[in-house]
């Protein structure tokens, strides 16, 4: 990856190169720390070793066991975004479905619809607790049964080394992959949890992999010798001086999923002690049309976040004789698309208001590989200059306690914050 922070720098926020080289020194140290973490495999810090540490074997064996016309993916968060960011963005024979959300007309549409029979379900579940999963996954087993269809031929478990999944699978003899340890949800696209729906779907699962390799080996103590650190450091920097939000904006429709792994990411890693960068989800050049108005003359409170692939496959513009048309004709799409890119890079610039712009070269497996463990690298980075526990989410733990107390699963003080609402109503 390829990441030019010269927009972020003398715009309205005014972080200069000499404040930037204050935070490079800070920068030596949070790498030592994340050094010695992933030398210890460290809770958190043990993702960033996974180019290395993840076995693609078992993964590619257990996929090969399949050639289904669908997959579902039942999961949620991490579980489910690191995977739909990959298989999205790829040309893939396979149909792949995510079924995070238990929105109950989607979940029960969905297996009316799909034929269950050509279809892998991959349930994924880190701790094997979470209720969206376990609820989906049980409305899946039975749509099998009543398609006549056997789940246990069907199902793979993706989870961690004990829980409730790993019982099923071991009861079931179900193929079952492991959530490697150490390794949080949003932190877990390069390992299993991201890689079998690639694998399933005939993706190269060792050039993701090596994608992230190529990141890891650029993590130094600079900023400036690390993409993954410069975006870091820099996004560090702008949410001191006043950048609230961090609008991911890519300009590849294969890429609009991996602006919402992003979210996840950042905001449950950052989102501390008062604390974070709110991530917004934008696509280029779509929302030029929508939302760049705002971020161009709103608060200046963002950083905006620009990426793009250096190559891709393009559709010639077909020449044309209306008037004031005829610029495009010989053109191509491609080329009307970084032409907008470069546009909004510049109209963002010229207001003051900060930009990044980030490159892979393709997006295919390398690219995305690179994005997504460079994306992590400036999380953990992020987070170690933020003085935050980037690991950890106890705001979102919260919740699934009120939910799970509501629904009669355990006495939980939070669902007693729930009966306890406070009501101004107008009808
Ligand atoms: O993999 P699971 O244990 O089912 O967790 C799925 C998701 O649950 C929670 O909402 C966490 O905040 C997420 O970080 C996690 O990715």
Redesign the pocket.
Known sequence: MHADIGNALDGALGLDRAALDDVDDRVASAHERVERGRADGAHGYAALNLPETCDPDPVERVAAGFDPESLFTV?????ALGAATITDALDSPVDAYYLDNVDPEWVSALCDRVDLSETVVNV???????AE?LSNFLVVREAMDDAGVDWTERTVVTTGAEGNLRSLADRHDLPALD?PDGV???FSALSPVGLFAAAVSGHDIEALLAGGAAEAEKLSGSLYDSPAYAYGATSYALAERGAAVDAMMPYAESLERFAEWFA?LWA?SLGKDGRGQTPARALGATDQHSQLQLYRAGPADKLVTLVRPTERSDTPIPETDLEGLSYLGGSSLGELLDAEFRATEASLAAAGRENVRLEVDRVDERGLGELLYAMEAACVLYGELADVSTFT?PA??WG?KAARGLLGGGEFAEADAVRDKRRLEID
């Open positions: 999961g949620i968060g991490g579980s994924v579940s880190r701790s094997g607790t979470t999963t959530v949080p949800g949003r996840q449950e989410q979102v733990e699934k």
